[in-house]
């Protein structure tokens, strides 16, 4: 008796791209390289899995990554606890430390590629998500945390999207968010009876993430508490009136929100969010800022560092709104219809003679009819197909038919080419 078994899925959240929506993934990866090339930015990999101290030190233990959403493990080989990163910032600080690379020079780099959380998947919001990652080590200048904001606004620009908006804060330094912290935690104490749970768990652990509720009944309460921009001395509102200067000097608007204060413990000074109504409760496309105690906190020399994240999935969601038409990539220039065992071995090592100049070659695989092989041929979008076939291979040549439009009407017919001299006629042809 034959076992069955039922067929196995995708883990909830966890999502497949498959050939054709997977193109425009393609596409974006293609313009964001270009994009990041354009500003001095070179490419980072780092392991998919680092150990948790990583992120309990480096995110923060009282923020809903770590106590919530991180996919945790404990090796059974050496008893350590692992973790799929939730995030690229403290895994690219980790091996920037490790490899010295700020011992003679600053660093722009980026990432890209899938992080991990154990979130409720929904729109926007998926337990593997991909990101792209821009860093900025050892700059401390306003001009950087500028020129961050002013990269994400040419993005859009190139993707064509409009419904964007940016938003800005400053957190401040150490001592600054120490006032504040002791005011807002007073402030949360007289307030207790309208505090969630959530919100009382926080209050002395991580009172500036209260004030990020959704809960309606204690928007109130989170609209008059003290709010940490007033707490700014005279060095960090110059960086931040600097920041505002020069995102004026380029013509970005913003919005002051003194609420904003990022999901992540090691921000300070500049952070920023850029925001889009078009994807529902996920508005929040890009956010980042500066984290200048950073690099210290994990074990290197101090040094300054900025940078911001976009998901993915949501930049290409809105991007297809904004662009919803799109070509996807032929599946190569030549399709070769063959018929017979020699004039299959023929195709085989033209094939090879094709891509030996750059030109991309499918060869129908096994046998089937001319009809079956031209229908195939054509759903390629290849321009060219040749026809190898015993006939006409016996006399020394190939037919060659143009496949799309753009071909001219002398060339639309099926022509016989000799195949001595094929591959130059080809290649004069893609």
């Known amino acids: 008796m034959t076992q069955t078994f039922s067929k196995v899925t995708a883990i909830r959240g966890m999502n497949d791209a498959i050939p054709g929506p997977s193109a425009r993934w393609e596409q974006l990866e293609g313009i964001v390289r270009d994009w990041l090339h354009a500003y001095g930015y070179r490419n980072m990999r780092t392991p998919i899995l680092e150990h948790t101290r990583l992120f309990t030190r480096g995110i923060g233990e009282v923020t809903d990554i770590v106590e919530k959403e991180m996919y945790s493990f404990t090796d059974s080989l050496n008893g350590e606890s692992l973790t799929m990163r939730p995030e690229f910032t403290a895994g690219m600080v980790r091996a920037a430390i490790e490899h010295n690379l700020l011992y003679d020079r600053a660093q722009r780099v980026y990432a890209m590629g899938p992080v991990f959380r154990h979130e409720r998947p929904q729109r926007g919001r998926y337990r593997q998500f991909h990101q792209i990652d821009v860093e900025a080590l050892g700059m401390a200048g306003p001009d950087i945390d500028a020129e961050m904001i002013v990269m994400a606004a040419r993005l859009w620009k190139l ?67 003290p709010k940490l921009f ?46 889009t109504d078009s994807l529902g409760a996920q508005a929040t496309i890009c956010g980042g800022g500066r984290y200048d105690g950073l690099i210290e906190l994990l074990g290197g020399k101090p040094a300054p560092a900025v940078g911001f994240a976009i998901g993915m999935e949501r930049l290409i969601d809105l991007w297809g709104q904004m662009q919803p038409e799109t070509t996807a990539p032929a599946e190569c220039d030549v399709y070769i219809v063959q018929q017979g065992d020699e004039a299959q071995r023929r195709a085989a090592v033209l094939a090879e003679s094709l891509r030996d100049e750059g030109i991309s070659v499918v060869v129908h695989a096994g046998s089937g009819s001319f009809k079956s092989q031209f229908k195939r041929a054509d759903a390629s979008a290849a321009s060219i197909a040749v026809i190898l076939a015993g006939d006409e291979l016996a006399q020394g040549v190939a037919s060659v038919k143009m496949l799309r439009q753009s071909a001219a009407p002398e060339e639309a017919m099926q022509q016989q080419v000799p195949l001595d001299s094929l591959v130059a006629f080809l290649k004069d042809k893609v």
């Open 230 to 275: 007033d707490f700014l001395g005279e060095e960090s509102r110059t960086h931040f009136d600097a920041v505002c200067a020069r995102l004026d000097d380029a013509g970005i608007q913003y919005q002051l929100n003194t609420r904003m204060v990022r999901g992540l413990d090691y921000y300070n000074l500049t952070v920023f969010e850029w925001i």
């Open 159 to 225: 993707l064509g999207i409009t419904d964007v908006r940016l938003e800005i804060n400053s957190l401040g330094q150490a001592a600054e968010r120490a006032a504040h912290r002791e005011a807002l935690i007073a402030h949360l104490e007289l307030h207790k009876a309208v505090l969630d749970e959530d919100g009382l768990r926080r209050m002395y652990t991580n009172p500036l993430r209260v004030l990020d509720t959704k809960n309606p009944a204690m928007q109130e309460m989170a609209n008059t508490a």
